[in-house]
């Protein structure tokens, strides 16, 4: 009489299955938990202040260099880089201007996603004039006080707003333009708009 053997039995894939659906889906339910949880980083890459929500430009107010008024509305379409002034443009503020060419032409196939904006109290001084006259594609114009809402707290800021006419980063004075230019470039990178 022989005897059969039996097969031995094989083992289930059912654990198996489990711990690769486990480890698929174990990112998505951490990444909601900290999304409803309300956590944000304690560090940005950006070196402006990022503005959440991003407020939009007032609709009215500014004039250009020949006193008629510009709606906001004719400056969406392309990302700005402001630079705006609390007073007369220096030194310091003729040399940022160029600095901010300099970063704009740097940007290389990005630049013309970018325009420069100067906001300043009134478009006769003498210093913005000679700088519109070497960059012709600097749009310069007169706001009033406050305009975009701003403490005082240098002679200039910078502001960088989105082609759907929202401030979305601003720059204290001292911020450098290698800084600056880092802030564009990722910006640009990873935007579709504009």
């Not at 980083?41 to 008024?69: F, I, K």
């Not at 502001?159 to 640009?188: N, S, T």
Request: proline share 11%; with cysteine; net charge positive.
């Amino acid at each position: 009489m022989t005897t059969a053997t039996m097969p031995a039995p094989r083992p289930s894939g059912l654990p198996m299955l489990l711990l690769i659906v486990g480890l698929l889906v174990l990112p998505f339910v951490v990444a909601t938990g900290l999304y409803f949880g309300g956590w944000q980083p304690t560090r940005t890459l950006q070196h402006g202040q990022l503005l959440t929500p991003p407020p939009a430009l007032p609709a009215n107010g500014l004039v250009d260099a020949n006193g008629r008024p510009v709606p906001t509305s004719d400056l969406h379409g392309k990302w700005l880089l402001v630079l705006s002034l609390d007073g007369p443009c220096g030194a310091e503020c003729a040399t940022r201007l160029d600095e901010l060419r300099r970063i704009q032409v740097s940007l290389n196939k990005e630049m013309g996603r970018l325009r420069r904006v100067v906001l300043a109290p009134g478009t006769g001084d003498p210093a913005l004039a000679e700088a519109a006259r070497r960059q012709p594609d600097l749009l310069l114009f007169a706001a009033p006080p406050q305009w975009l809402g701003t403490p005082a707290a240098d002679s200039y800021r910078l502001h960088i707003v989105d082609p759907l006419g929202q401030r979305v980063i601003d720059y204290p004075a001292a911020v450098g333009g290698k800084e600056l230019r880092f802030d564009l470039e990722r910006l640009l990178k990873f935007a579709w708009t504009g």
